[in-house]
């Protein structure tokens, strides 16, 4: 079974070393960065199974990485884990709404690092692995094989979070899943994250797939659901 490989973007020294060492000893090929010009060359080289990227850089913007890495049609579907110093609530959401699959803050357990790494990498090849479709509203149409949803034949770019929100939903049509539901099934209890987090995921799920989002409806106080 070949390794999965995880590049590591992370300026300071010590914590890049530690990081690839824990994930080494976990079966995973890693590639070691401390800037951002360097990772942006390997990946028109390689592409990693995912990303463990550091905010503040020497020569960039980490948030501006993470919305290069998941504005790209052929980086997007990399999973990218935030990993920084900042720790206010702003720089959590902004990091969630660029498309990062997971955000830790320093300092970290080593340990919970590799445990999130394998956890998000479960959660892309699930996906991956059905192989379904469903139509709603005879506009939509979600490809879980092929990871693709069309509104009126035209492809709609989804982050791995929001396709999985989506496909939560479509589980059940005409069923409210509660905010706490929908965290726990995409983080298996593995992460504590707050409910905004949910409600900017939802947000930007009806801005990208348009007239389709009115079939996203809010239940006030309880949480979502699919309703044609």
């Known amino acids: 079974m070949n390794k999965q490989t995880v590049f590591i973007l992370e300026d300071e020294e010590n914590i890049l070393h530690l990081i690839s060492l ?11 960065f401390s800037k951002a010009d360097d990772f942006l060359n390997s990946l028109k080289k390689q592409l990693p199974s995912a990303v463990i990227l550091d ?13 290069y890495l998941k504005n790209s049609p052929e980086y997007r579907d990399i999973p990218v884990i935030i990993l920084t110093a900042k720790t206010e609530e702003i ?19 080593p340990r919970e690092l590799v445990a999130r790494v394998k956890a998000i990498l479960r959660r892309y090849q699930h996906v991956a692995m059905n192989n ?10 979600v490809d879980f094989n092929k990871y693709e ?14 396709f999985n929100i989506l496909k939560i939903l479509l589980s059940k ?12 099934q995409l983080w298996k209890g ?17 801005e990208k797939l348009k007239e389709a989002g009115k079939f996203i409806v809010n239940v006030r106080g309880i949480g979502y659901k699919i309703e044609e």
Do not use: Q
Not at 156 to 162: R, S
Not at 173 to 184: A, G, H, P, Q, Y
């Open 190 to 206: 593995e992460k504590a994250v707050i409910d905004r987090t949910v409600d900017v995921h939802i947000k930007n799920l009806r």
């Open 132 to 141: 379904n479709t469903e139509t709603v509203g005879k506009i939509m149409t």
């Open 91 to 109: 720089d959590r959401i902004i990091g969630i709404e660029l498309g990062a699959d997971d955000y830790i803050s320093k300092p970290f357990s």
């Open 55 to 67: 905010l503040m850089l020497p020569d960039a913007d980490g948030l501006e990485v993470c919305k």
């Open 149 to 162: 949803v069309l509104i009126n034949k035209k492809k709609v770019d989804l982050t791995t979070t929001e």
């Open 173 to 184: 049509k005409n069923w409210v899943f509660t905010r706490e539901e929908i965290l726990r």
């Open 22 to 32: 824990h994930l080494k000893k976990a079966n995973f090929d890693v590639k070691e």
